[in-house]
């Protein structure tokens, strides 16, 4: 069974430009949560997807936006891009939401200039 | 607030010996925990979890102990091997709230020849 896919790998992009990363779960897998990482900071917790319906929210701000489609894949949105933002941005899924073991992606590492 | 604490960034360990990761948590809600492994570039990856229900796990040479009286919980690698060497994350759910996933910062394991 193929593993979560992230499309792009790698994206640099400016201050104030947007960004759209994709992300392709685990066969079966319904639920989609987004991490972001940064040195120092573990994974920060974005939001998390099921049925087409985000069920839970970390502490971002509104720039980040997100979507699941009735497939299941899911995009993630960050516009008017900061310096701040440059992170390695990880999709994980899992078959059902709420805490359950997930599986993640390669990550989108994404640098801003 | 942070709620799942990982207090060493980083850990030294000789091949051969046993590798002790902890990991601290302060909401008492939690009752699901998962430890994750990450190689640079890659997306993490589950290696083990544990139920509330239980005081230990084991799965080859990963052994994950909780100890629910003191909020904590460590993980065992025994014995520890070079390709060990990789950042392992702490992580916990209130798993029958159905909520989100909460990771530690991460600890850097470096497995010494």
Same mark, same amino acid.
């Given at each position: 069974k193929a593993g979560v896919t992230q499309t792009p790998r790698y994206l640099i992009k400016t201050r104030g430009q947007q960004v759209t990363l994709s992300c392709s779960p685990i066969s079966g897998h319904r639920s989609v949560s987004w991490y972001q990482q940064t040195p120092g900071q573990g994974l920060q917790f974005l939001f998390e997807y099921f049925s087409e319906t985000q069920r839970n929210k970390g502490n971002? !701000? /509104?720039?980040f936006s997100g979507r699941q489609f009735s497939n299941s894949r899911s995009e993630m949105n960050v516009s008017t +891009?900061?310096? /701040?933002?440059?992170a390695l941005y990880l999709c994980a899924s899992s +078959?059902? !939401?709420?805490?359950?073991t997930q599986y993640f992606g390669p990550g989108t590492r994404l640098l801003v200039l | 607030d942070q709620q799942v604490k990982q207090n060493s960034p980083s850990l030294s360990v000789q091949e051969g010996r046993i590798s002790i990761l902890n990991c601290d948590y302060?909401?008492?809600?939690? &009752?699901y925990f998962l430890w994750y492994k990450k190689y640079p570039a890659e997306g993490p990856t589950f290696l083990i979890s544990i139920s509330s229900i239980k005081d230990k796990n084991e799965d080859g040479r990963f052994t994950v102990f909780l100890n629910k009286s003191a909020k904590h919980l460590s993980l065992h690698i025994v014995?520890?091997?070079?390709? &060990?060497s990789a950042v392992y994350f702490c992580a916990a759910s209130a798993g029958n709230k159905g909520d989100k996933i909460i990771f530690g910062k991460g600890t850097r394991l470096h497995i010494l020849p």
């Open positions: 971002f !701000p /509104g720039r +891009l900061e310096l /701040g933002d440059s +078959l059902n !939401p709420g805490g359950e | 302060t909401n008492s809600m939690f &009752d014995p520890s091997q070079p390709g &060990d």
